[in-house]
């Protein structure tokens, strides 16, 4: 059996000196941004398509790879203003919604610790009223019940500090490797 990321992604993005290439075929310049966005030039957003591919051939390719992001333009494309400060308009937006996701992995990781003292909180009472129940004679169907419950309020808190971040660690490290990528105009 063949293990390993090498084969995933080796047929798919063509080497050149060393390199991976994240090949983008443009019609105009103008088309790697979204058309919508009236900001300037040097910080438009990508077209959603555009950035998507990147994203995802970065991530097949892997963050620790060389890499280089080229695009193919017409002629008349390559020397104005807008092709020299391309690279410049790359890096803003992948740092951007590098940041971006940093923001949300923080929100996430505030939202659990504040899930898990709710839980821990539920749980302590789930098991402080467990003592007035057997004192009362409950039975073991409602107190074994009691102790579950309390236990399944952490249920998710603990999935979120176990599990969830990782995802968005990994996002923001790979908008950030992308945003460090050199970019040539063809």
């Known amino acids: ?41 040097r910080e438009q957003d990508l077209d959603p398509a555009a950035e998507a591919y ?9 963050t620790g790879r060389p ?7 017409p ?5 104005g203003e807008e092709a ?7 890096a803003h937006y992948f740092l951007y919604r590098g940041r971006q996701t940093r923001v949300e992995l923080h929100r996430l990781l505030r939202l659990a610790f504040a899930n ?10 789930c098991l402080s ?11 073991p169907l409602v107190t074994e019940g009691l102790v579950i419950i309390g236990w399944v309020a ?9 599990y969830d971040w990782w995802p968005l660690l990994r996002r923001a490290r790979r908008l950030e490797a992308i945003a460090r990528l050199p970019v040539e105009l063809r």
């Open 154 to 162: 952490l249920w998710r808190p603990v999935e979120m500090l176990l």
């Open 116 to 125: 898990l003292a709710i839980g821990l909180l539920f749980l302590a009472t």
């Open 1 to 41: 059996m063949v293990a390993g990321p090498e084969f995933t992604h080796a047929s798919a993005y063509r080497r050149e000196a060393g390199q991976w290439l994240i090949e983008i075929r443009l019609r105009e310049l103008r088309q790697l941004f979204n058309h919508l966005d009236p900001a300037p030039f």
């Open 129 to 139: 009223l467990l003592g007035s129940l057997e004192a009362m004679g409950a039975g």
């Open 84 to 90: 020299r400060s391309l690279p410049e308009a790359v």
């Open 75 to 79: 002629p008349g494309e390559h020397d």
């Open 67 to 73: 890499a280089r992001l080229v695009i193919h333009v």
């Open 54 to 62: 990147i994203e995802d051939a970065v991530r097949e390719i892997g």
